[in-house]
């Protein structure tokens, strides 16, 4: 697998799991996409990063219930400078939920969230310069935002994150999609899902894993104790399905167009 040169300033870099069952999570992810988890880190409050092929792909971080926050995936964007990204988020109508913290050698994590109220974490890279392959099975494929506040929340990312947009929506239809996009290639996706996010659900962020046949993944996902929100489709951007895993944390799986 190719190397994944650093993320661009913006665009998602790295992915973590806030789980309230740790070891079913390295047994479940393990498994079904062949990663593999560090020991945790004592230093820095148990976390654990899992690899694969040798490469960092994620973190996880144990979600004891204090924080009233259900089990959950959360994708960072990388930034030059955590504290101007947190402050501009701040002016810019989003939440400071997290203010930004040194992370030893590694870098500087934080976490905000949008005006539509989507979570979403910064990270100013040092050492650790984020996952280090994607687009392949088993590694990060999509970052996408589905939100009721399209416009604003657009608005949000431009001026807090510094994004060029494309729009490859069809308003004809009622489909309305931008996508994030430095020298021409997209880094992520932003969905009016004003229409069918059920009621009481907010706007979130979900991260897509590659994988190699989307329909075996979920048979095999179901036996490790996944559970099927949406069965794989086939869809312009490839053959898609939503999965939770076995405490609930959303992950969504991408085979890509043969």
Known sequence: MPVR???PSGAPCWVDLFT???DRAVEFYGALFGWVADPPSEEFGGYVNFRKDGALIAGMMRNDGSAGQPDAWTTYLSVPDAKATTEAAAAAGGQVY?????VGDLGTMG????PGGAAIGIWQPGAHRGY???GEPGTPYWHELHTRDYAAVLDFYRAVFGWETRDVGDAAVGFHYTQMV?????????MDATAFLPEGMPSTWSLYVGVADA???????????????QAAEDTPYGRLATITDPTG????LATPVA
Not at 98 to 102: A, Y
């Open 182 to 190: 430095v020298d021409g290639q997209e880094y992520a996706g932003v």
């Open 5 to 7: 040169p650093d993320a």
């Open 111 to 114: 976490l905000v969230g949008d």
């Open 249 to 252: 944390a959303v992950v969504k």
């Open 215 to 229: 329909d075996a993944t979920i048979a095999q996902a179901t036996g490790l104790g996944a559970t099927v929100v």
């Open 132 to 134: 280090g392959l994607s």
């Open 20 to 22: 309230t069952d740790p």
């Open 98 to 102: 997290l203010e930004p913290i040194q």
